[in-house]
């Protein structure tokens, strides 16, 4: 097995483009995709196969961190770790990426050193003996729900899950402190501005939403938090155009007047 270089810091969790081709026959009843159609997409680890035997993340606590990024690029020889990598539940790795072909070179890898207890532990360790590794890269299933798996030359395993980005109705989007904004599926949209809390109408077509009038509670805040509120009240006001990448929102209602908002 490869040295794995160990580092106490490393990087968070980052979101990327996987840049992979996939090659080979296809057996019959398999879906494999192209790869290189991947952007913006977050992996979430869920097993390791290591000599035959299955280590699989743990359901609860762990799943919730676990996030994967590829993010491909020339390896700086005078640093340890890259943009690529994430957490696998406990500890935060980065990596080096080199992507060639339907190969999946890794390299230069840190992670930082916090002890992780039983089963997630164990399963990190597994990880990191894998992913360390020149990998053979295979993607299939449907866009949504893809499956990628990396093989190593000693035929182990990662077997990892795409990260389906959120709804854009149903979802609560945070808008910053106290902040945030829920479009239903009924065309309304409910939230708060930091203090005042607000409801109206909002309908969302072609990359458009469209909010009506929004009725708000007249509670006084301090002056800093007001001011605040009648911008995000401008913003969300009349036409405005959205991009959706996975679990950011950008509301814009046009030159210099933005506001980001995060899934919750």
């Not at 869920?46 to 919730?64: F, N």
């Not at 990662?158 to 389906?164: G, H, P, W």
């Not at 006084?220 to 679990?247: F, W």
Request: charged share 25%; glycine share 12%; with cysteine.
């Amino acid at each position: 097995m490869k040295r794995t270089t160990y580092a106490k810091y490393a990087a968070a969790a980052l979101a990327g483009t996987t840049v992979l081709a996939a090659c080979g026959t296809e057996p019959a009843g398999t879906r494999t995709q192209d790869v290189s159609a991947i952007a913006d997409t977050a992996w979430v680890p869920r097993k390791v196969t290591v000599d035959g035997k299955d280590y699989v993340l743990p359901m609860k606590g762990a799943l919730k961190k676990a996030r994967i990024a590829f993010m491909p690029g020339a390896a700086d020889s005078d640093t340890d770790g890259g943009d690529s990598g994430g957490s696998v539940g406990c500890n935060s790795i980065g990596a080096d990426v080199d992507i060639r072909g339907d190969t999946v070179k890794v390299s230069d890898l840190i992670m930082t050193l916090m002890g992780c207890p039983g089963a997630v532990g164990e399963f990190e360790e597994k990880f990191v003996g894998v992913f360390d590794n020149d990998l053979k890269a295979e993607l299939s299933g449907r866009p949504g729900a893809r499956t990628l798996t990396l093989t190593s030359p000693q035929d182990d395993t990662i077997t990892l899950r795409e990260e389906k980005p959120p709804a854009l109705k149903g979802t609560r989007w945070a808008l910053g402190e106290n902040a945030y904004l829920t479009l239903t599926k009924n065309n309304t949209v409910t939230g708060s501005l930091g203090c005042n809390n607000f409801h109206g109408k909002a309908t969302v077509k072609d990359g458009t939403i469209e909010f009506g009038p929004l009725a708000t509670t007249r509670m006084m805040c301090s002056g800093p938090v007001m001011k605040t509120e009648r911008e995000l009240a401008g913003i969300l006001a009349g036409k405005v155009s959205y991009q959706q990448e996975h679990d950011s929102l950008k509301i814009i209602k046009g030159p210099g007047e933005s506001v980001v908002a995060r899934a919750e």
